[in-house]
Nanobody
Framework: VQLVESGGGLVQPGGSLRLSCAAS????????IGWFRQAPGKEREFVGA????????GFSDSVKGRFSISRDNAKNTVYLQMNTLKPEETAVYYC?????????????????????WGQGTQVTVSS
C-alpha cells in the first residue's frame, strides 16, 4: 500500500500547480483522500479533502476558492489544483488516505484520522 505525490516544484507568486496523488497496491475508490502541508518549523495543517465518490470536498479557509480537488478513480489518482499561490504556502504537501470512515468534513480535516500517507512533494512559491 503506497501513496506517491508528484507535481511539486518552484512557482512564482500568483502561479498555479497541480499535485497528483497516485496509489499503488490498493484501489483509491473506497478511500477518503486528504491533502495536508507542513512548512519548516510549523505543524502539519489541513488543506483539503475529497469524499470517496468525489461528491463532497472540503477546504481550509485559507485556500477556499483558490484550490480544488478532483479524483480520477480509473487512474487511481487524486489531484490538488492550486491557483494564485502565495509565498507563505511554501511547504511539503502530503496526501493521505483512509478507508474506515465515510465523508465528514470535520473528520476529514484531522490528520490523525488517516491511516496512509505519502512521502510528500515540495512546493516552493518564490520570485
Amino acid at each position: 500500500v503506497q501513496l506517491v505525490e508528484s507535481g511539486g516544484g518552484l512557482v512564482q507568486p500568483g502561479g498555479s500547480l497541480r499535485l497528483s496523488c497516485a496509489a499503488s497496491g490498493f484501489t483509491l475508490d473506497y478511500y477518503v483522500i486528504g491533502w495536508f502541508r507542513q512548512a519548516p518549523g510549523k505543524e502539519r495543517e489541513f488543506v483539503g479533502a475529497i469524499s470517496r465518490n468525489g461528491d463532497f470536498t472540503g477546504f481550509s479557509d485559507s485556500v477556499k476558492g483558490r484550490f480544488s480537488i478532483s479524483r480520477d478513480n480509473a487512474k487511481n489518482t487524486v489531484y490538488l489544483q492550486m491557483n494564485t499561490l502565495k509565498p507563505e504556502e511554501t511547504a511539503v504537501y502530503y496526501c493521505a488516505a483512509d478507508l474506515r470512515w465515510r465523508w465528514n468534513s470535520d473528520t476529514a480535516a484531522r490528520a490523525n484520522k488517516y491511516d496512509y500517507w505519502g512521502q510528500g512533494t515540495q512546493v516552493t512559491v518564490s520570485s
